[in-house]
């Protein structure tokens, strides 16, 4: 084992483990003259029985990689034979497994697990497009790495092989079982990217569904077996990936991201219910607007809207009582005006907020209605390319959602996308857009932190941490932003501070520099609120009264944390 503070060639000094598998170590290290960090993956010769299997799978990897150029894979700039290990220097690739992704959040939102389907789509297709063709052969979540802007990275490339057009299977059975498609144990043949095609289904199976395929019962029900408000596309694309005979898979990545476009269009079962009512009512819209200089007596409901106009369509919705009337009526204004920002925030808000919990469920619909297509375009994507600000700050908004309300405590890597769409451009104030890049910040230490609590490393910094959620909590929130996004905000900093206390202590933060904090947002509390909107009165009332509370919870947190320590 390498050493914590040791120079390697002269030039890599090793930081710390950032990773550790069955047969290796991956350290953190940091080329000082280049200024650059890397990853090390140590292979230790001793105690590996197939050791001359292993060292051909990692001459391969390294070989491989470093004839490919992707933005989905990471490169391989060195490989060093060191005393009794051999080292390959590569790309330091910020972030987490997708497997730590399932152990921290469990089933994973179908729309981001869509997005990631298409990277790897893009890159394993990368791959099949080499001469000779590159198989990958061991796609899962823990070869997947997630990293803060929301992209994937493809690695660890030690069962990769060339195809060989002589070949009529292959020599070594490698994969992870679950995973790996039948042509790939048991002499059925040799692999190709058919059987790429069948580790993605599974790979998409397993974040879906939450149910790891390697491990029993092993048996494969549909997708919407285990969550019926699963997408029927996704279900027959993942159906159709995971068929025994590599006949019946795709036959080509390109095949799948078509599909996975389209996936809302696949099968005649899509959903008919209230979609379907406003798909209808948006065909009768725009007839309606259409005649509207030919006819006048018309008394459809479509008319009505069109001429009483969008903003009747927005008030409209303070009458309904069913969330799912509201949606609809939200859709119906969307469809009248997709560049209209109004729509779009009253359903975030004033549907899936109104209780300050953003539940998974409810994120699932409101992505759902989101990418609804009407003109060939999804609304989102309507409102991205006519009115960039609108488009700018109902990002800034949902990123704040998914980051202080998602599931009640927030999901800071759902949050990330969002808020980093935000600060393209400079629509945001100045404000938001330095709050937004903050919050994105404080997302990274999230899944570090993660990664931390489990393996006992303690090199993450508690005190920048502390000093990113001090930052972003700066000033009148609620004048420059608005008062819930004020009260969540201190809210999740009085709540971070009960969580880590003895942590931010140990990494120098005072006690003085605690209460201080406190009692800045106690001050904004008391100034920043006399005149609440009256649209939100009882909902900041409520918040109001939370963060008052946590804050008194907090200052007794301090007192006993830092008087503990003084009689240790």
């Known amino acids: 084992m390498l050493a914590i503070g040791s120079l390697v060639e002269g030039k890599y000094k090793i930081l710390n483990v950032i990773g550790q598998g069955g047969m290796s170590i991956v350290y953190l290290a940091m080329n000082e003259r280049a200024n650059k960090q890397w990853a090390i993956k140590e292979v230790r010769k001793s105690g590996i029985a197939n050791y001359q299997l292993v060292r051909q799978s990692l001459i391969v990897e390294t070989n491989m990689l470093k004839k490919l150029s992707h933005k989905y894979l990471p490169s391989v700039v060195d490989v060093i034979d060191y005393e009794d290990s051999i080292l390959i220097v590569m790309d330091y690739i910020e972030g987490n497994p997708l497997s730590v992704a399932l152990e921290d959040y469990g089933v994973l939102p179908q729309e981001y697990v869509i997005e990631w389907a298409k990277q790897l789509c893009e890159v394993l297709g990368y791959l099949h497009s080499r001469k000779p063709s590159i198989v990958y052969r061991d796609l899962k979540p823990g070869n997947i790495m997630l990293k803060p802007d929301g992209c994937i990275t493809l690695i660890d490339f030690g069962t990769a092989r060339e195809y060989k057009n002589e070949s009529f299977e292959d020599t070594t059975c490698l994969g992870t079982k679950g995973y790996a498609a039948p042509e790939q144990f048991g002499g059925l043949g040799q692999t190709d990217a058919r059987t790429d095609i069948y580790c993605l289904g599974m790979t998409l199976y397993h974040l879906v569904t939450g149910h790891n395929p390697s491990e029993p019962p092993f048996e494969i029900f549909p997708i919407r077996y285990w969550n019926e408000h699963l997408a029927i596309g996704l279900e027959k694309i993942i159906e159709k990936c995971i068929m025994p005979n590599p006949e019946d898979r795709y036959q080509s990545c390109s095949e799948i991201m078509y599909d996975l476009e389209h996936y809302k269009e696949l099968g005649s079962e899509v959903k008919k219910g209230a979609f379907f009512k406003v798909m209808l009512f948006g065909l009768a819209s725009v007839m309606s607007i259409g005649c509207f200089g030919l006819s006048s007596g018309y008394s459809s409901r479509a008319l009505s809207v069109s001429s009483s106009g969008y903003k009747n369509i927005i008030v409209d919705v303070d009458q309904k009582t069913s969330i799912e009337d509201k949606i609809v009526n939200y859709q119906e204004a969307m469809i009248l005006k997709p560049e209209e920002e109004a729509a779009y925030l009253g359903l975030l808000e004033n549907v899936f907020l109104q209780d300050e919990v953003f539940l998974r469920e409810e994120s699932d619909r409101l992505i759902e209605v989101l990418y609804t297509k009407t003109k060939g375009k999804s609304y989102i994507e309507t409102l991205k390319n006519t009115n960039p600000k609108a488009y700018a700050d109902f990002c800034y908004r949902l990123g704040i959602a998914y980051f202080y309300c998602y599931e009640g405590s927030g999901n800071k890597q759902m949050a990330t996308k969002w808020l980093v769409e935000s600060c393209r451009g400079d629509y945001l104030s100045e ?60 809210r999740e900093l009085v709540s971070q501070l009960h969580v880590n206390i003895e942590k931010f202590r140990r990494d120098g933060v005072l006690e003085k520099e605690m209460n201080s904090k406190l009692l800045d947002i106690d001050k904004h509390l008391q100034s920043d609120f006399k005149k609440i909107d009256t649209a939100n009165i009882e909902r900041v009332e409520q918040l109001l009264k939370e963060v008052e509370e946590d804050i008194v919870q907090a200052k007794k947190d301090i007192g006993l944390a830092f008087e503990l320590s003084k009689n240790k």
Do not use: F, H
């Open 431 to 490: 404000s938001q857009k330095l709050r937004a890049e903050r919050l994105g910040k404080i997302s990274s230490y999230y899944g570090k932190l993660s990664v931390i609590s489990k393996s006992g490393d303690s090199k993450v910094s508690y005190r920048q941490y502390w000093d990113d959620l001090c930052a972003v909590s700066k000033g009148d929130i609620a004048a420059k932003d608005n008062e819930t996004t004020a009260l969540i905000i201190y």
